[in-house]
């Protein structure tokens, strides 16, 4: 599904990636971890071509993406923090995105679920950061698209949401797409992930199932097994 | 990159600042035309004020609209979507409505005064024409600065120093070569040095077509001996194209290798 070989970026001095190589197979949910700062964010955006690197190879589908823009079709992306245009309505971004992307009428129920209704005639400067978030997964999932990839989709959204959330990436998944997600929140990695990623300081530390980190870090429970990563490298 | 084009345009056109600016050109051609009752010299003032205004408020727009819309076009890179659209659709949406304004503004009350009756209706368009101009070159020339500096108080600092820079500090140092170097013949410098400048070229156009040798000035006069009249003005409308597309490469090429 997405392939990447021996990514590299550098910001100024401040080497990012440092050597990803990650293969991500079709279906299933991957969560990428790591601490503040390890290119979480970096990796996602070098996917959808955002970041460029400065070297390594990506692949998406099957086909090198650089110099390409066809293959997001193929990608729904939540960004981390909802920054939308302020002047514009619920409305309109939608319709907007609608008509940039594509037509599709899954947007109407993702409202519904979202309880957005009582929104769609504010500007988006005016709305509060959770239901920017909500609006952000109506924009994402309203498309039905491969891969999908989530970053943070948890900030702000209030416990029915997150309920909703997680029904929501089910659903997704059970269809057969291939989700990838970051996330600070291990509760919410722990229920949702079939594998986990690791970074650390711009290169794979770890990649395999929640089990199996367990057993490589001798710890009873998820997030100690993080934090005993953690505290093993930076001590 | 018409849908986004389509956005940015719309965008602006809700936007106060463009009423403002259109208001302002309005309210400058009534004027203009009920103090001066002279449709020529309504031409002739109409040229100092877009000569000045129209590249500072499109270097100020363009940097103003590139910073505003960073959210948007954020949300559009994730979008398939390829980044020369994204980017060129922007740029042509605040200089067309600009464009828009300018060309509106001044356009309304020298229809209603009569401008088809007259013989200043050439001079007329040409004076819009080049204000076009001067808008799609200097919002370009934004975009190129705000592209190239992320902090935003850099970003507009840079882009006032060139406008500054352009539409005064350039004739200054012009004028002092001249002064300077006047024992040696002068007349390929100063064609250069004209070429160079969008607004010294926009003014030496007008002149040249207006025919008023008074005005034309040393530069004026040479680019009038050296290419003529007509000529002249071909000459310079094609540096002005040129003007506007090489900032637009740099626009693509630019975005082609940025980090959002």
Redesign the interface.
């Given at each position: 599904m997405v392939s990447i070989q021996n990514l590299y970026k550098k910001?100024g001095k401040n080497q990012v990636l440092g050597g990803v190589d990650l293969n991500i197979d079709k279906g299933g949910i991957i969560a990428v971890l790591g601490p503040n700062g390890s290119g979480k964010t970096t990796l996602i955006?070098s996917i959808?071509?955002?970041?460029?690197p400065n070297k390594g190879d990506i692949s998406v589908m099957g086909k090198n993406i650089k110099h390409s823009?066809?293959?997001?079709?193929q990608?729904d992306?939540l960004?981390q923090i909802a920054?939308?245009?302020?002047?514009l309505k619920v409305r309109e971004l939608i319709k907007?995105?609608k008509?940039?992307?594509g037509h599709t009428t899954e947007d109407l129920q993702l409202i519904e679920a979202f309880k957005l209704i009582p929104f769609l005639d504010k500007k988006l400067g005016n709305l509060s950061g959770g239901t920017k978030q909500k609006v952000n997964l109506v924009l994402t999932f309203m498309f039905d698209s491969p891969l999908i990839i989530l970053d943070e989709p948890t900030t702000g959204l209030d416990p029915i949401s997150l309920i909703q959330l997680k029904q929501l990436i089910q659903t997704e998944k059970n269809k057969g797409k291939t989700i990838l997600i970051t996330s600070h929140i291990m509760s919410f990695v722990e229920e949702v992930s079939d594998e986990i990623v690791f970074l650390l300081e711009g290169k794979i530390y770890f990649k395999g199932t929640i089990p199996e980190l367990k057993t490589k870090t001798n710890q009873p429970d998820f997030e100690h097994a993080i934090a005993s990563i953690l505290t093993n490298n930076h001590a | 990159m018409l849908?986004i084009l389509k956005?940015s345009f719309f965008?602006l056109m809700?936007?106060r600042w463009s009423y403002v600016y259109f208001a302002f050109y309005l309210l400058l051609g009534i004027v203009l035309l009920f103090l001066n009752n002279d449709l020529s010299k309504a031409v002739i003032t109409l040229m100092n004020v877009i000569i000045v205004l129209v590249p500072l408020i499109g270097t100020i727009f363009g940097v103003m609209y590139y910073y505003n819309?960073?959210?948007?076009t954020?949300?559009?890179?994730?979008?398939?979507?390829?980044?020369s659209s994204i980017f060129l659709g922007q740029y042509l949406g605040v200089a067309l409505s600009l464009s828009m304004s300018l060309i509106l503004g001044l356009g309304l009350p020298f229809v209603f005064y009569g401008l088809f009756k007259s013989n200043a209706i050439w001079d007329f368009s040409l004076l819009l024409i080049t204000g076009t101009f001067l808008t799609l070159i200097f919002t370009a020339l934004a975009f190129n600065i705000a592209l190239s500096n992320e902090n935003k108080i850099k970003g507009f600092g840079y882009a006032i120093l060139l406008w500054l820079f352009l539409a005064i500090i350039y004739d200054g140092i012009f004028l002092m070569t001249l002064i300077l170097f006047e024992d040696y013949p002068l007349d390929k410098l100063s064609l250069v040095g004209t070429m160079l400048n969008p607004i010294d070229l926009s003014r030496t156009l007008i002149l040249l077509k207006l025919d008023i040798s008074a005005l034309l000035g040393y530069t004026g006069a040479v680019f009038k001996q050296f290419f003529g009249t007509s000529f002249g003005i071909i000459v310079s409308l094609i540096t002005l194209v040129v003007w506007v597309i090489l900032p637009v490469l740099r626009i693509l090429s630019k975005s082609k290798?940025?980090?959002?």
């Open positions: 910001f955006k959808l071509g955002m970041v460029i823009s066809d293959y997001r079709y990608i992306y960004p920054n939308f245009p302020s002047n907007m995105i008509d940039l992307r | 849908k956005y965008d809700r936007s819309s960073k959210e948007f954020e949300l559009l890179l994730a979008q398939p979507l390829r980044r290798r940025k980090d959002f």
